[in-house]
């Protein structure tokens, strides 16, 4: 889960991280091992796509009061 425009950009670059092997994967895994290889790959990509859209299509003012919880949360158990 993405909080906060910092750790989409991390996500962002963990994609295409994972891209850059993809297309390295293409051209040097075996025909046969191929799929094995790159379907973790691309369901992790998945992933991370799938909570980019989750966060930008948000309110922001819902992720406001999620790191408030967060904050009271936090607080509490301190106490």
Do not use: C, G, W
Not at 12 to 28: K, N, W
């Amino acid at each position: 889960m993405i909080h906060n425009d910092q750790e989409m950009e991390v996500t962002h670059e963990r994609i295409a991280y994972f891209q850059r092997l993809l297309a390295q994967l293409r051209v040097t895994a075996r025909p046969e091992e191929f799929s094995a290889v790159t379907s973790s790959y691309r369901a992790e990509i998945q992933r991370m796509q799938k909570d980019i859209l989750d966060y930008l299509t948000q309110h922001v003012s819902i992720q406001h009061m999620s790191e408030s919880l967060s904050q009271v949360e936090a607080a509490l158990l301190n106490d």
